[in-house]
């Protein structure tokens, strides 16, 4: 799409609570969010002039593992591209900064009916189970 604007490492906890409310509902907080962000490897953000419209994040060790997290594009700009511009950025920051002649474990999360589009990456499923606790702070 014409117009957009990738940016990296700039995504704000405020940004990311706005877009993550237009797909998944009430978002986490802001001081949660605030610190996900500063201890985030690399975010990916794009915009449409002043409009957040499509994040991503990564997560990991830098050296053997890493994690894709919360790709997230607004329902009225999916279909045009933009979740592989996010893919492809965040691939591209692994072949940046991984260890050269090394093989890298990328992992991500997704519903069963968003599959199909990782699978256009070379993204497949194995055996492993994922397990989760939503566990409460005291």
């Not at 002649?101 to 194995?126: Q, W």
Request: a negative charge.
């Amino acid at each position: 799409m014409d117009g957009l604007i990738i940016k990296h490492n700039e995504l704000t906890a405020e940004e990311f609570i706005e877009l993550w409310e237009t797909v998944w509902g009430k978002g986490p907080s802001p001081e949660q969010t605030r610190l996900a962000m500063e201890h985030t490897m690399f975010r990916v953000s794009v915009f449409d002039g002043d409009k957040i419209v499509a994040m991503a994040r990564m997560i990991g060790d830098m050296g053997l593992d890493y994690y894709i997290k919360d790709v997230i594009v607004r329902p009225e700009y999916q279909g045009k591209g933009i979740g592989r511009m996010l893919i492809d950025e965040l691939l591209g920051f692994i072949n940046d900064h991984g260890v050269r002649g090394t093989d890298i474990f990328v992992e991500l999360c997704a519903m069963p009916d968003k599959m199909p589009f990782y699978e256009k990456f070379g993204f497949d499923t194995n055996e492993a189970q994922r397990m989760k606790i939503m566990y409460s702070v005291k």
